[in-house]
C-alpha cells in the first residue's frame, strides 16, 4: 500500500532523468514533496584553511540548476519545489513533521559532511516516527552488480578497470517521469530561490577567455551530452584533444553537471553506447567511457576509506615527505604568481573562470607540492572553493594520487612543467591567452620568461619583477 506522503530530498541528483529517488517515490507515495535545500554551511562557510566552501562559479551553476530543476518540475510532473535555506537535517525535519509524511527519499551520499547530514536528519525523523529510504545513482555501475565488496575494491586502477569493465553491465537509466504528481492536499510554504547575494557574491560577468560559459541544470547538461556526441561528432576524436588546454570541444566538459547530479553517467553511457551503434566506434568513444570509470573508481576509494581520502597521510596512510603550510608560497599560486608562465596561466584560469583542464589541474597540484613542498590539503582545499565540477571522491583522491598518498602504488607523481609546457602548449598559445603581459615573448622564451634579457625585456614590452614575476624557483631543475 502506498504512503499518504513522501518527500525527495534533491541533493546531487538535481535532475528528472535516471532519478532513483523519484522512481522510488512515485512507487511508494500518494502525494510527492520535492524539496532543496541550500545548505547554509556549504554555501556560507570556510574551508578549514580559509577558502569560501563553494566558490561563485560553482554557486551560481547549482543557483542554475535549482531554477531548472524548478523548471522541469512545473513543466514535466506539476509540481512545485520547496525551497529552503538552513540545515537540511532541520529544514526537511520540520517539513516532513508538518506535513505528517510517511517517507524521505534521497540519494544517498559517501563523504563526510554529507554523511553527517543524512544521519543527523535520520535520526531526526526516528524522533517522529519517519524514516529516510536512500537510493542510489551516481556511478556508472551498481556496487552490488561488483564483483567484488566494496572493502575489496582493487586499489589499482588498472585491476579494477580489468575486473569490471568487461564483466559487469551498465545498467539503463531509469525513465524520466511523465505523469503528473497527485496535487498536494496541504500546504506548504514554497519559499524563495536565493541569489548569489545571499551566498555573499556578486552577481558577475563570465570571463571572455573561459573555455566554456556554463550554465548550470539538467537541460543544459543533455544539450552539451547531444551537442559533445550528435551534433558536433567531437567525440570521434576525444582522445587526441583531451590533453588540451583550452576551448570548448578538446574535452566534454560534462564534468560540472555530472558534479551536481544533471547528468547521469549511466545516460553518458547508453548514449555513447548508441552513438557506436550508429555513427563509429574507436578509441576515442571507447576513452570516454574510460574516463568514467576513473571516477566510479575514485567514488569507490571514497567508500572503501572513508574519511582518509581527507586526511594527510591520505588513503595510504602514510606520507614520505615535510610538507608546510607555507600562506604566503600557496598564495603566490593561487594568484598566479609564480614566475612560471605554465602554472600561472592555469592558476589565474581556474582564479577567472572555476574551471582547469585535466593536464592543467595535474601540472599545478604537482608544482604546489612536489616544488613548492606546500601541503596539498591546502590546494585540494583551494580547489574544492573554486571548481564548477568539484566532486568530493574526484578532487580529493586526485590529489591523494599526485601527493603520492592514494592507495596506488604509482606514488610521486612528479611532472615536470617545462617538458609538460612545451609539449602541450608548444606555441605558447594557452600562456598568452591568459597571461596578457607576455603577448609579445618570442616563442622559444615563452615558458621561461625568466631567462629574458633586458634587451629582450624591452623588445618584448615586459619587465620581469615588474609586469610579471621573477620566477619563485629556479627553472633550471627542469630542463
Ligand atoms: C588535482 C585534480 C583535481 C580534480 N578535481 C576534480 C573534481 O573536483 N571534480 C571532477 O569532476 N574532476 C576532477 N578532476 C578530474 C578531471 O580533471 C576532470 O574531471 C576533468 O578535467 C573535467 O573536464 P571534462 O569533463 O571536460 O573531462 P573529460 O576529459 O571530458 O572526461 C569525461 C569525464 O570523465 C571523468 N573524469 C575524467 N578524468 C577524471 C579523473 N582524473 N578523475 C575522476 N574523473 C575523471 C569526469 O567525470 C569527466 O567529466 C581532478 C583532477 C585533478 C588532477
Known amino acids: 500500500m502506498k504512503a499518504k506522503r513522501v518527500i525527495v530530498w534533491f541533493r546531487q541528483d538535481l535532475r528528472l532523468h535516471d532519478n532513483e529517488a523519484i522512481t522510488d517515490a512515485i512507487r511508494c507515495g500518494e502525494e510527492i514533496i520535492p524539496v532543496f535545500v541550500f545548505d547554509e554551511r556549504v554555501f556560507k562557510g570556510k574551508t578549514s584553511f580559509g577558502f569560501e566552501k563553494t566558490g561563485k562559479y560553482r554557486a551560481k551553476f547549482i543557483l542554475e540548476s535549482v531554477k531548472d530543476l524548478q523548471q522541469s518540475l512545473r513543466n514535466v510532473v506539476g509540481a512545485e519545489l520547496i525551497i529552503r535555506v538552513g540545515k537540511p537535517e532541520e529544514e526537511i525535519f520540520h517539513i516532513a513533521r508538518e506535513a505528517k509524511t510517511s517517507w524521505v527519499f534521497c540519494n544517498r551520499e559517501r563523504t563526510k559532511e554529507e554523511v553527517d547530514v543524512q544521519d543527523a536528519l535520520e535520526r531526526n525523523l526516528w524522533s517522529i516516527g519517519q524514516e529516510v529510504r536512500f537510493s542510489r545513482g551516481k556511478m556508472l555501475y551498481y556496487t552490488q552488480d561488483l564483483p567484488f565488496p566494496v572493502t575489496h575494491t582493487p586499489d589499482t586502477f588498472t585491476h579494477f578497470r580489468k575486473e569490471v569493465e568487461k564483466f559487469v553491465e551498465v545498467r539503463k537509466p531509469l525513465p524520466t517521469p511523465t505523469e503528473a504528481f497527485a496535487p498536494l492536499t496541504i500546504n506548504i510554504e514554497v519559499g524563495t530561490m536565493p541569489s548569489l547575494k545571499d551566498f555573499g557574491h556578486e552577481p558577475f560577468e563570465v570571463d571572455r577567455r573561459a573555455s566554456l560559459d556554463f550554465k548550470g541544470g539538467e537541460t543544459e547538461g543533455l544539450q552539451r551530452l547531444r551537442y559533445y556526441l550528435w551534433e558536433s561528432d567531437n567525440i570521434a576524436t576525444y ?97 598566479g604568481r609564480t614566475g612560471v608562465p605554465f602554472i600561472d596561466a592555469n592558476m589565474r584560469e581556474i582564479a577567472h573562470s572555476g574551471f582547469m583542464s585535466n593536464r592543467g589541474r595535474q601540472n599545478v597540484a604537482s608544482f604546489l607540492i612536489n616544488d613548492l ?24 583522491c586526485n590529489w591523494n594520487y599526485i601527493a603520492g598518498v592514494g592507495s596506488d602504488p604509482r606514488e610521486d607523481r612528479y611532472f615536470n612543467i617545462l617538458t609538460q609546457a612545451r609539449r602541450y602548449d608548444p606555441k605558447g598559445e594557452y600562456v598568452k591567452h591568459w597571461l596578457q603581459e607576455l603577448n609579445e615573448v618570442p616563442l622559444d622564451k615563452i615558458h621561461r620568461p625568466d631567462t629574458l634579457s633586458s634587451e629582450e625585456q624591452a623588445a618584448s614590452h615586459v619587465k620581469i619583477g615588474a609586469d610579471y614575476p621573477k620566477a619563485m624557483i629556479s627553472t633550471e631543475r627542469w630542463e
Open 239 to 335: 582522445k587526441d584533444t583531451r590533453n588540451e588546454l583550452a576551448g570548448a570541444d578538446y574535452s566534454t566538459k560534462f564534468s560540472a553537471w555530472l558534479a551536481q547530479g544533471c547528468l547521469s553517467p549511466k545516460m553518458i553511457y547508453h548514449e555513447l553506447k548508441k552513438y557506436e551503434a550508429e555513427r563509429s566506434a574507436n578509441k576515442s568513444t571507447y576513452w570516454l567511457f574510460f574516463e568514467l570509470l576513473w571516477r566510479d573508481f575514485f567514488r569507490l576509494m571514497g567508500k572503501k576509506h572513508g574519511n582518509n581520502i581527507f586526511l594527510h597521510t591520505g588513503t595510504k596512510g602514510q606520507i614520505d615527505r615535510e610538507l608546510k603550510n607555507d600562506k604566503h608560497l600557496l598564495q603566490l599560486w593561487t594568484e
Open 373 to 396: 613542498h606546500v601541503n596539498w590539503q591546502m590546494g585540494a582545499e583551494y580547489f574544492e572553493s573554486m571548481l564548477i565540477d568539484y566532486d568530493p571522491c574526484s578532487n580529493w
